[in-house]
């Protein structure tokens, strides 16, 4: 067996047991029974996939990439404890946070790799720092998290700090997802458009579970649409897996070819 055989192997297995303790975990959902025991479930997926972008580390090259796709995992896991078995929802969301802030870090760093290879911006290369990237898209997701609390100086907003986190999260996401949509579909990448195709899709299911997953929430802090609340257990059903497709989409993009990662 040679070299890409085995990494096709090894990601071969990461989603057929994947998929296994996705239908295990769906099944006790839909039943209503085992609650316990498919939350634990739901968190040794994202385990697994921790695990597996270690392996990516350790059987591949551990660059930049492969490094921040590991501890993004770890703070998933971190975040995922955090909400499926304790009510710290400000610390769980803030840890999704830090997950995103890797996430930046991926997705920057492809970009720039994009930019060196264009001999006519050979001087935006140079000026190109992934940090200032960073700093950038988080001084916008300050300032977009600062109204809430802004607001409840004059009006009294319930949870104000979980909303404030929440709304830093998700511009971090948007500030995530566009240059990715980009990037997923540049030629000069061509040689891993697969890898980087399948990080779009996973961040974008990834996004869609988190808008559901706020939309259903909602009216357990706010006092909108409280018909909502009825459904959360049914939108669970479609939430997880979706999140999981796409936690396990964006581990499968640390498997590439060519090293366009800086």
């Given at each position: 067996m040679n070299y890409?055989?085995?990494?096709?192997?090894?990601?071969?297995?990461?989603?057929?047991?994947?998929?296994?303790?996705?239908?295990?975990?769906?099944?006790?959902?839909?039943?209503?029974?085992?609650?316990?025991?498919?939350?634990?479930?739901?968190?040794?997926?994202?385990?697994?996939?921790?695990?597996?972008?270690?392996?990516?580390?350790?059987?591949?090259?551990?660059?930049?990439?492969?490094?921040?796709?590991?501890?993004?995992?770890?703070?998933?896991?971190?975040?995922?404890?955090?909400?499926?078995?304790?009510?710290?929802?400000?610390?769980?969301?803030?840890?999704?946070?830090?997950?995103?802030?890797?996430?930046?870090?991926?997705?920057?760093?492809?970009?720039?790799?994009?930019?060196?290879?264009?001999?006519?911006?050979?001087?935006?290369?140079?000026?190109?720092?992934?940090?200032?990237?960073?700093?950038?898209?988080?001084?916008?997701?300050?300032?977009?998290?600062?109204?809430?609390?802004?607001?409840?100086?004059?009006?009294?907003?319930?949870?104000?700090?979980?909303?404030?986190?929440?709304?830093?999260?998700?511009?971090?996401?948007?500030?995530?997802?566009?240059?990715?949509?980009?990037?997923?579909?540049?030629?000069?990448?061509?040689?891993?458009?697969?890898?980087?195709?399948?990080?779009?899709?996973?961040?974008?299911?990834y996004f869609m579970?988190?808008?559901?997953?706020?939309?259903?929430?909602?009216?357990?802090?706010?006092?909108?649409?409280?018909?909502?609340?009825?459904?959360?257990?049914?939108?669970?059903?479609?939430?997880?897996?979706?999140?999981?497709?796409?936690?396990?989409?964006?581990?499968?993009?640390?498997?590439?070819?060519?090293?366009?990662?800086?």
């Amino acid at each position: 067996m040679n070299y890409d055989e085995e990494k096709r192997s090894l990601a071969k297995w990461f989603v057929m047991l994947e998929a296994l303790l996705l239908v295990v975990f769906t099944a006790f959902d839909l039943l209503n029974i085992f609650s316990l025991a498919a939350d634990g479930l739901k968190l040794a997926c994202i385990v697994l996939c921790f695990l597996f972008s270690i392996t990516l580390i350790f059987s591949m090259e551990a660059d930049l990439d492969r490094l921040a796709l590991m501890l993004s995992f770890f703070f998933a896991v971190v975040a995922d404890t955090l909400l499926l078995f304790t009510d710290q929802f400000f610390f769980g969301v803030l840890a999704f946070c830090v997950v995103q802030e890797f996430q930046s870090i991926r997705i920057f760093s492809v970009r720039r790799s994009v930019v060196r290879m264009d001999g006519r911006i050979f001087s935006s290369y140079r000026s190109y720092k992934v940090r200032n990237k960073v700093l950038f898209l988080n001084l916008i997701q300050l300032l977009f998290a600062a109204v809430p609390v802004a607001v409840s100086f004059f009006v009294e907003v319930p949870h104000v700090r979980l909303i404030s986190v929440c709304v830093f999260y998700l511009v971090g996401f948007i500030g995530n997802l566009i240059p990715l949509a980009s990037l997923s579909r540049d030629v000069r990448l061509l040689d891993d458009m697969r890898p980087l195709k399948a990080y779009f899709a996973g961040m974008l299911l990834y996004f869609m579970c988190d808008v559901l997953l706020g939309l259903f929430r909602m009216p357990e802090f706010l006092p909108v649409l409280p018909q909502l609340s009825r459904f959360v257990s049914y939108a669970m059903l479609v939430i997880w897996p979706l999140y999981l497709a796409g936690m396990v989409c964006i581990c499968l993009s640390g498997i590439r070819k060519q090293k366009f990662y800086s």
